[in-house]
Nanobody, 120 residues
Framework: QVRLVESGGGLVQAGGSLRLSCAAS????????MGWYRRQAPGNQREWVA????????NYADSVKGRFTISRDNAKNTVYLEMNSLKPEDTAVYYC?????????????WGQGTQVTVSS
């Protein structure tokens, strides 16, 4: 089992910055890639934002490329999302996820989400 706890959300003006953190606990040695998704409105599907592998290779959605930076500290079992030049359309609940690998396959764990609101 892996538990993920996000923090760092809040209210920010357009053009501002926020840094989200997601701390993993439990069977952290099984974690491979970690990432961030967001849900921009209730009922919408979660949208992939970024991911980072255990080897620190990162990928981004086109909508955030150049503005967001994902990183991870494997010693602290924590993944970060640095968000700059925020836009009102970045307003969403942001969810951290972690892919845990075992002999049975890959299982994805999710955090509870943290709200990010960008005012215009």
């Amino acid at each position: 089992q892996v538990r993920l706890v996000e923090s760092g959300g809040g209210l920010v003006q357009a053009g501002g910055s926020l840094r989200l953190s997601c701390a993993a606990s439990g069977s952290t040695s099984s974690i491979d890639a970690m990432g961030w998704y967001r849900r921009q409105a209730p009922g919408n599907q979660r949208e992939w934002v970024a991911e980072v592998t255990s080897g620190h290779a990162a990928n981004y959605a086109d909508s955030v490329k150049g503005r967001f930076t994902i990183s991870r500290d494997n010693a602290k079992n924590t993944v970060y999302l640095e968000m700059n030049s925020l836009k009102p359309e970045d307003t969403a609940v942001y969810y951290c996820n972690a892919n845990a690998v075992s002999s049975l396959g890959v299982y994805t764990y999710w955090g509870q989400g943290t709200q990010v609101t960008v005012s215009s």
